[in-house]
């Protein structure tokens, strides 16, 4: 139904930046929202940003400030911008979106995941 390919992860020394795209595609007829988690080693998946179908976003408050969250829609793309990387920033970080068909079933969809890495 829906596809996510994520791009954009890799190696940073610390107060770097990166940006994280999230290519979309697939049949679709609506989103509730989308947003990036990750998840480092030994701790849970967590919501790092979120956008609503209205634009509306939200953060986790360890990145609020540093990171934003985007979308291109004639690019079916979404964005992940991240400035001032520190090391606790490391971890996989992951596309998701909730998507809806015409008959108003929902789906939970998710990237493969993109590996950050932030050295100090």
């Known amino acids: 139904q829906v596809q996510l390919v994520e791009s954009g992860g890799g190696l940073v020394q610390a107060g770097g930046s990166l940006r994280l795209s999230c290519a979309v595609s697939g049949s679709i007829f609506g989103f509730r929202r989308m947003g990036w988690y990750r998840q480092a080693p030994g701790k849970q998946r967590e919501l790092v940003a979120g956008?609503?179908?209205?634009?509306?976003?939200n953060y986790a408050d360890s990145v609020k400030g540093r990171f934003t969250i985007s979308r291109d829609n004639a690019k079916n793309t979404l964005y992940l911008q991240m400035n001032n990387l520190k090391p606790e920033d490391t971890a996989a970080y992951y596309c998701?979106?909730?998507?809806?068909?015409?008959?108003?079933?929902?789906?939970?969809?998710w990237g493969q995941g993109t590996q950050v890495t932030v050295s100090s």
């Open positions: 956008i609503t179908a209205g634009g509306v976003t």
């Open positions: 998701n979106a909730v998507s809806y068909d015409v008959s108003r079933n929902y789906y939970d969809n």
